[in-house]
């Protein structure tokens, strides 16, 4: 019997849990505006993608660390999940959306990468026996079309091709692992000790993948222009190495644990409308007027998922109870491991 099936659940915090998410997905969208100024001067994303993830690490080094006192063989046991998700949920998922964007439009790309939920709803039906509700099905139907209008794909002269679609759907599995794999670490591991480490790992591959020749690592011209203001590299890249990034990671987790991979999932497409704000105020990009609805069906689905979720029995969801203590609790070792391929 594992350590985590020893102890007891704690009380869900669902509007706590809520904040968190927002807060996260809304941290996670400064990347866009803020990564748009290295582009335009020149810089690969790869470049942009490489030192963001690595300063971050550094930035989350010295806390992960105090983080871990006491806990470092809780770390050892979920070594492969830590390892995991810095591979799919930090390296695999930049990797695959930007090349993804090399043979696809933006919106097209963002639109693959954001089927995360719906895949993890198919995931859970199919793995765990989970059928989707009538609300839950609402709430997908609504997320879908709301990306499609506020990312613009049929209306912005979007462009396909198999291979980009391959990548895309990567990333969204990538992006699925993100969340599964935050869900399903042991208690003992603080939320820090994951984004930490997951850095760390993704840190590591994206370096090896930019030595290898694998990754574009091209750096732009050293001045940039931000919000009409000339400003050094490093201003933008600081902005999205520790809000994006370090903030955003641990922010995400602690978001995971506290609702559930689905309802997390779906909360965090709202990184879509966060970008459109950002664009707004930094870079005067105003949305356009059917944005605004786009993004109302995307809330509208996030509403309808999480009050769903809400009317699910306390432990009659094995994989995706808002507290993911309940996996470990239903589940064997090997059932646990099984749901993420190593």
């Known amino acids: 019997m594992s350590p985590t099936t020893l102890r007891q659940a704690p009380p869900r915090h669902p509007v706590v849990g809520l904040s968190v998410a927002l807060v996260s997905a809304a941290a996670f969208a400064t990347s866009g505006a803020f990564a748009k100024s290295l582009l335009v001067a020149g810089w690969a994303p790869g470049s942009v993608v490489t030192l963001r993830i690595t300063l971050a690490a550094l930035?989350?080094?010295?806390?992960?660390?105090?983080?871990?006192?006491?806990?470092?063989?809780?770390?050892?046991?979920?070594?492969?999940?830590?390892?995991?998700?810095?591979?799919?949920?930090?390296?695999?998922?930049?990797?695959?959306?930007?090349?993804?964007?090399?043979?696809?439009?933006?919106?097209?790309?963002?639109?693959?990468?954001?089927?995360?939920?719906?895949?993890?709803?198919?995931?859970?039906?199919?793995?765990?026996?989970?059928?989707?509700?009538?609300?839950?099905?609402?709430?997908?139907?609504?997320?879908?079309?709301?990306?499609?209008?506020?990312?613009?794909?049929?209306?912005g002269g979007a462009t396909v091709s198999l291979v980009g679609v391959l990548w895309?759907?990567?990333?969204?599995?990538?992006?699925?692992?993100?969340?599964?794999?935050?869900?399903?670490?042991?208690?003992?591991?603080?939320?820090?000790?994951?984004?930490?480490?997951?850095?760390?790992?993704g840190a590591v591959a994206l370096w090896v993948a930019g030595l290898s020749g694998l990754l574009d690592t091209t750096r732009g011209a050293s001045d940039v222009v931000l919000s009409g203001v000339v400003v050094p590299w490093w201003v933008p890249i600081l902005v999205i190495a520790l809000v994006a990034a370090a903030f955003a990671y641990v922010t995400g987790i602690v978001a995971v644990r506290l609702l559930g991979p689905k309802v997390a999932s779906?909360?965090?497409?709202?990184?879509?409308?966060?970008?459109?704000?950002?664009?707004?105020?930094?870079?005067?990009?105003l949305p356009a007027p059917i944005q605004?609805?786009?993004?109302?069906?995307?809330?509208?689905?996030?509403?309808?998922?999480?009050?769903?979720?809400?009317?699910?029995?306390?432990?009659?969801?094995?994989?995706?109870?808002?507290?993911?203590?309940?996996?470990?609790?239903?589940?064997s070792g090997d059932d646990a491991t099984a749901a993420h391929p190593d």
């Open 168 to 201: 895309g759907l990567g990333a969204a599995v990538c992006l699925v692992l993100y969340f599964l794999l935050a869900a399903h670490v042991d208690d003992d591991v603080p939320a820090l000790g994951l984004a930490g480490g997951g850095l760390t790992v």
């Open 292 to 331: 605004l609805v786009g993004g109302a069906l995307i809330v509208g689905g996030v509403v309808a998922v999480r009050a769903d979720e809400s009317r699910r029995p306390h432990g009659s969801d094995p994989a995706d109870a808002r507290d993911p203590r309940s996996t470990h609790t239903a589940a």
């Open 59 to 155: 930035v989350l080094l010295v806390p992960t660390l105090l983080a871990l006192r006491g806990r470092w063989g809780a770390m050892r046991r979920n070594a492969w999940v830590v390892v995991g998700y810095g591979l799919t949920g930090v390296a695999g998922c930049q990797l695959a959306y930007f090349y993804a964007v090399t043979h696809l439009s933006v919106g097209v790309a963002l639109l693959l990468e954001y089927l995360a939920p719906v895949l993890i709803v198919l995931w859970l039906w199919g793995r765990h026996r989970q059928r989707p509700r009538r609300l839950t099905v609402l709430g997908v139907g609504l997320a879908v079309i709301g990306l499609l209008l506020v990312l613009d794909v049929v209306g």
């Open 266 to 285: 779906f909360v965090a497409l709202t990184e879509v409308l966060f970008a459109v704000l950002f664009a707004w105020i930094v870079l005067a990009e």
